[in-house]
């Protein structure tokens, strides 16, 4: 959509006064440069205050041994940087903060795929069946949570219920890397699955009929259809999908700090501990300097994905076009 | 210093469950609050004063601030109240900040340390004479409320969480065990000799665990210990003190004897393992009876015995008012009564809270207090024995981050299978990284 004010037609040019600009010329002129400026200005106003400045203030605390109740702050350099990247717990929470990411992110976006499939052919009920979607994702988080932790109980849970009626052992969820990072992924699926089915249900009906009729005609399967023209041409919404979710991934946090029963460190053996909740035990401690340095690389993290999804999704881009 | 968190939510939730726990059994109805302690404040030339005071829950205070305007018509109360973390956290960005604290303050015993490390940021009670009550009072929870030096006041108790230890009758049975809480509590007046007993009802066979994990073990007898995870310079001393070494040694052995059901408190194969029976005893302090209650396990299923090691504490909170607040007299005086012998009484009677005076341990209200919920259970008298058999320990500004990682060794050996020796080496070293 254009932002900038419709060109107006020139003024009626007067003999001899082509270069005298009266106050009224001088308002136009502003008026056109400068308002679109102020439109936005809000936002950027707000941002700022919000935004650029907690980031920049950010960097300045990491600078410094800095808790919170200490009235001096001493400058250490980047002395907080080095110790966090020495730092075993560190990498072991980027690991799990990575493998909790794709394990969810990946069979969500086949999931969602599949799902807004389905409903972009004619159906009965379709609002219904959209809505329903859309359910998961407000519900909040914390009912989501409780109600899986019980899913997945060892105990108790429903899952090793139905597993160990067939004879085999019971699984401890909590416990295992891999099976606590499977079950804090699920959790996140059933949240974010049927939101990203929307979005990307609403470019696949951007996509004209007739390349499917033209598809049916040459008998190619709903299957095949979907593989050979929905998704190529929905490309960049599944980029826009993919980038989201990712940097959704480097902030899990409240699904680790519940399936733990609030443990900061994310199970005995930081097994499940992602980024987010690391910077929150640290902040906890009210180690301002340290947790400061975390979000920090966390904030890298994030510039260097998004930086990487950006030359993919132009590459993808340039392929269609 | 902070508590583990999952035992703040707990104790977020315990107060009102405790409540309605106990709001049956005293017999509804107004108790008559005895008259106003600190009466002298009232001076007759009044200007209007207004005090608010923060809290994490419903301490029930609200007929005592009614009771508090008959002896101070001038002040005007509000009481505000945050969710349990968020409370401390807003605090201590408040008292960093110099901004936003209320006149009275609610610290639970996880935060209390932090407060003392920066006592010149709150009000010195003892400039309103507040030092009067130290014979009141429980000493360990009188410590607790001075700056680090002990120069200063900055906080008057409330409630304590006296320990005890809860356990299955039905399960003991099963295990050949006596049932009754007397002979239970003779079973183990070492916790060796707890965990000879739970050896005994090991080798019975029956399908439960003797207890839940071994944390809240090794915590409390930590806590029981001359010195716990800091020496007095505030240097963690988890390495080199043979007591918390010990402690270790039998939580261990707990582990290695196969006690224990590897469960983490408020987990839900926890909470469920109340009512369901699969561990026979866990170490209760007062506010754990309301957790226990609301898994709806059947009256008379848990039963209290005392704790082995004699006495214990975890939880209770104390009353402070940051030096921010305008009015530091009319606040110490409400500080001051809602601490007094009479104010905790109703207290006890209302909200359940263990009074940290121990003169009211012989009043017939805390004393005689039985609960049917646990067959007939005195925890008045349990509860407060163990409060007072507690000797005062320096707890350090982080302890509770101390004894997470401690926990969290423990955990490893027994979930993940790490060898007891390493365990102890990776805790000890994540210990002396909390600074």
């Not at chain 1, 598809?215 to 599944?238: E, N, W, Y």
């Not at chain 2, 935060?111 to 009670?125: P, Q, S, Y």
């Not at chain 2, 059901?261 to 909470?271: D, H, V």
């Amino acid at each position: 959509m254009a932002t900038r004010a419709p060109e107006r037609a020139a003024p009626p040019r007067r003999p001899g006064g082509k270069r005298r600009l009266t106050a009224r010329h001088w308002r136009h002129a502003v008026d056109v440069k400068a308002s679109p400026y102020a439109y936005v200005a809000p936002f950027f106003l707000l941002f700022c205050a919000f935004g650029l400045f907690p980031i920049g203030y950010t960097l300045w605390v990491s600078l410094h041994e800095w808790t919170l109740l200490d009235d001096e702050h001493t400058f250490v350099g980047l002395e907080n940087f080095r110790v966090l990247l020495a730092d075993s717990y560190f990498w072991n929470a980027t690991f799990n903060t990575l493998s909790i990411g794709l394990l969810s992110m990946l069979p969500q976006l086949l999931l969602a795929l599949w799902l807004a499939h389905l409903l972009n052919r004619p159906l009965r009920a379709q609002n219904f069946f959209r809505i329903t979607l859309l359910l998961p994702n407000v519900t909040s988080v914390v009912a989501v949570v409780v109600i899986f932790s019980q899913i997945f109980g060892r105990d108790f849970g429903l899952i090793n219920w139905v597993i160990t009626s067939f004879g085999f052992d019971g699984i401890a969820w909590r416990d295992g890397t891999l099976s606590s990072h499977v079950a804090i992924s699920t959790m996140i699926m059933w949240r974010w699955t049927g939101y990203n089915a929307l979005i990307l249900l609403a470019a696949m009906q951007a996509v004209p009929r007739e390349l499917y009729e033209a598809a049916t005609i040459d008998g190619a399967s709903s299957f095949t259809q979907l593989r050979k023209v929905t998704v190529p041409m929905i490309r960049p919404t599944i980029a826009f999908v993919v980038i989201t979710s990712t940097i959704g991934s480097m902030q899990i946090f409240a699904e680790p700090l519940l399936f733990g029963a609030y443990t900061l460190t994310g199970g005995q053996d930081r097994q499940y501990q992602t980024l987010s909740l690391f910077f929150y035990e640290n902040y906890m401690r009210l180690d301002f300097g340290f947790s400061s340095a975390i979000s920090w690389m966390i904030f890298v993290f994030i510039l260097i994905i998004a930086g990487i999804n950006y030359l993919l999704t132009n590459r993808m881009k340039g392929s269609i076009r | 210093m902070s508590h583990p968190p999952r035992r703040r939510a707990a104790r977020l939730l315990a107060p009102l469950i405790a409540a309605s726990l106990l709001a049956a059994a005293c017999g509804g109805g107004e108790s008559t609050p005895a008259p106003g302690a600190a009466s002298g404040g009232a001076a007759a030339p009044a200007e209007p004063v207004k005090l608010t005071v923060a809290l994490f829950s419903d301490f029930h205070y609200g007929p005592l601030y009614e009771e508090f305007k008959k002896t101070h018509p001038n002040v005007e109360i509000t009481e505000r109240r945050a969710q349990f973390n968020d409370h401390h956290n807003n605090l201590v960005t408040q008292v960093a900040t110099g901004a936003g604290a209320a006149d009275i303050v609610a610290v639970e015993g996880g935060f209390i340390a932090t407060f003392r490390e920066v006592a010149d940021k709150f009000h010195n009670l003892n400039d309103y004479g507040l030092n009067s009550r130290q014979s009141e009072y429980l000493d360990w929870k009188w410590q607790l409320g001075l700056s680090k030096d002990g120069s200063q006041l900055i906080g008057l108790g409330t409630d304590v969480g006296g320990l005890a230890m809860c356990y299955r009758p039905d399960l003991f049975k099963e295990a050949g065990l006596p049932t009754n809480r007397d002979e239970v509590s003779a079973l183990w007046p070492t916790w060796e000799q707890y965990v000879e007993t739970g050896k005994k009802f090991v080798a019975a066979g029956g399908k439960a665990a003797f207890t839940d994990g071994p944390g809240e073990h090794f915590r409390a007898m930590v806590e029981q210990a001359p010195v716990g995870f800091y020496d007095t310079s505030d240097k963690v001393v988890v390495g080199s003190n043979p007591d918390v070494r010990k402690a270790w040694d039998v939580a261990v052995s707990m582990i290695q004897n196969k006690l224990s059901g590897k469960l983490t408190a408020f987990t839900p194969e926890w909470t469920t393992g109340i009512a369901k029976g699969t561990f026979a005893t866990m170490v209760c302090p007062a506010w754990k009876t309301g957790v226990i209650k609301d898994q709806k396990p059947g009256e008379g299923t848990w039963d209290i015995a005392a704790v082995p090691g004699g006495g214990g504490n975890q939880g209770g909170t104390h009353l402070l008012a940051p030096k921010q607040g305008k009015h530091p007299k009319e606040a110490a005086e409400l500080i001051n009564f809602l601490t007094s012998k009479e104010s905790q009484l109703t207290l006890w009677k209302d909200a359940s809270a263990l009074p940290s005076l121990p003169a009211l341990y012989e009043d017939p209200a805390v004393a005689t207090f039985v609960n049917p919920y646990f067959g007939d259970a005195p925890i008045g008298k349990i509860f407060t024995d163990a409060a007072k058999a507690l000797k005062p320990q320096y707890t350090g500004p982080k302890s509770g981050d101390v004894n997470v990682a401690m926990g969290n060794g423990l955990g490893r050996i027994e979930l993940q299978g790490q060898d007891p020796e390493e365990a102890w080496k990776q805790a000890v070293a994540d210990s002396e990284k909390i600074k």
